[in-house]
């Protein structure tokens, strides 16, 4: 456990009729944000916008003794890596007196989360009445907006550069080379990518969400514990238009993924694919002695064995 390089994550979750892009803005017509894909469009939220949920779950999780800063009004963060788990995991440009500016990449990649169905033939317009306007008589009245919403079963993922969590890298100008450097205790880096991997199970700021509830956590995960950075988990999941999963393809990739895998965890609730696909992939993952479980205990377990893992 111990050459652990990286964590990577995949998931898919099904949404209800919503809309889930962040800024609400102050426009009447709220679109979602759509890819297009041989002239079909696919709803798709941006990776930015799942970092945000991300970085506020984990926000909401914290004890009173750890710390997240909060952006200034020029956006910029504390920089404190040993401090600050905000800009630690997800990385910050910020300027520092007589130094300039200083960039940090995150060691937390988080993709898009990608509608897998079209646009067309899974979506509405919604109106919600929005009360914030004040007239001249001060009197508070509302506004229609309409708002696209949309089902559909999302794809997302996010990968850990475990060696970069608590880390810096320090050049060493005469050799021209990078050595990554440990500026916290271990433990508290794992606690810290315990975090991360908590966070996922609670997902729940998307904006909207103040007028429309919906649960956008994993309904099927795939969790691998690698000893090569690598971000081949995420084409583990393939569904075409009526949700018939690529089987052959997440046998492939799976098994290219455990060659360098210490451990990998599943979850999947019942009724999200199909009858034959959920048969297919609980035996997939019996042949290699792995425990099919919820979303929730596979995130669990995998947040666990980081702290049972021996020093
Ligand atoms: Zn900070």
New binding site residues.
Partial sequence: MNDLKGISMVWLSETDLTNLNAGEGESNYIDVKKYKKDGTEYPYVSGQAMRFYLREAIRRNLSEDEYM?VPDDKGE????ISK?I??DLFGFMTTVKGKGAITRVSPVKVSPAIGLFSFDENSNVDFLTRRHRITESSKMEGDIVNVEVGTNIYKDGISIDLLRVGSEEIIDEDNRTVKIEPKIDKNIINSRIQKVIEGIGFLSDYSKQARLLTDFTPDAIAISFQNRYSHRLQKLFELNEEGKLNTERFKQILDEVEEYSDQIFFGIISGLLNKEDEKFVKDVFKEKGIEVKTPKEALDDAALSLTTKPE
Avoid: I, L, V
Avoid at 77 to 80: N, Y
């Fill in positions: 800063c963060t504390c920089g404190d600050c905000n800009c």
